[in-house]
């Protein structure tokens, strides 16, 4: 997975294209300190072209700070349909498979692409995907918590712990998008 943001200060405006569900498929557990009321990141994310099995697709992923603290890093779990995937990144690791075979990717940002400071947004453009090509066409692949949907969850870093929930998809800070083959 490439990771690379342009930063701009700034808040975004407008209504995410947001859902609520379980981030239970992690497992991962909150630090004792998470008690955020609300999500201290704002995310959202383009929705892709349809892509042909074999192809390449992009995403664009928006991130704000919304709250007055800055962050030390952020970390930033990823669910992808069956048939998806992503560049590798040395920041990101597979921690598994959802339960429709789709990976499970966490990535801890501790440098300068996961450090926000109050109100800053960051802009990840063209960010790839990939189509396997034995992946069936004309149809979203998978489904999740969401019917074939790329989704993403990023949560604020102190001194490498989340200071939010990281399972917690009921915040602004959690974003999903359809993954379409053309055939």
Not at 85 to 100: I, K, P, Q, Y
């Amino acid at each position: 997975m490439t990771l690379n943001m342009t930063g701009r200060p700034g808040r975004l405006v407008g209504t995410a294209v947001l859902a609520s569900a379980a981030w239970l498929v992690f497992g991962l557990f909150a630090s004792p300190a998470q008690a955020a009321a609300e999500p201290a990141l704002y995310a959202s994310i383009s929705e892709p072209a349809p892509v042909a099995p074999g192809g390449r697709g992009e995403v664009e992923y928006k991130v704000t700070n919304v709250s007055n603290r800055a962050t030390e890093g952020t970390l930033l779990n990823i669910s992808l349909p069956p048939h998806v995937s992503l560049e590798s990144d040395a920041r990101c690791r597979r921690v598994g498979f959802n339960d429709n075979g789709g990976e499970l990717i966490s990535c801890s940002l501790s440098d300068e692409l996961g450090k926000f400071a109050p109100g800053e947004t960051k802009v990840a453009r063209n960010t790839p995907f990939f189509i396997d090509a034995s992946a069936p066409k004309s149809t979203e692949l998978g489904h999740l918590t969401e019917l074939g949907h790329l989704e993403a969850l990023v949560v604020p870093l102190e001194n490498g712990y989340p200071t939010e929930s990281p399972n917690d998809l009921d915040g602004y800070n959690y974003v999903s998008t359809p993954i379409i083959t053309s055939g």
